[in-house]
């Protein structure tokens, strides 16, 4: 059985008419580490955010396990893809798996 896997094709995101993130493909694999680095204001924000649909596309594609994210209910996707936005401040004593399991806003019904 194959592991999960985050792929985008292709993606154009912007703010208005300023594209800020162009012509990017990934393929990310369940239990892999992956980094996103660059300089700040580069983009790595709007893609995190793009990537789990909180920031729509110019155009491209995000596919969670084959199915593309934006046919897919929230709640579905709020389920299997978590994001922590950059803070410097997080609950005391938590995990960063632990703060990852709580997941999406949607989804956490609390």
Known sequence: MSKPRL?????HISYGDQEIVKDVSL??????????IGSN?????TLLKTIARIHPTRSGA?????KEIHKESTKKIAQKLA????????????????LVS????????R
Request: hydrophobic share 35%; with cysteine.
């Open 102 to 109: 709580y997941g999406r806003f949607p989804y956490q019904n």
């Open 7 to 11: 792929i985008t094709e292709n993606l």
């Open 62 to 66: 995000v596919f969670l396990d084959g």
């Open 83 to 98: 994001i922590l936005p950059q803070s410097p401040d997080a609950p005391e004593g938590l995990t960063v798996a632990e």
């Open 41 to 45: 204001g580069c983009g790595k924000s």
């Open 27 to 36: 393929d990310i694999t369940d239990g892999m580490i992956t980094a996103i």
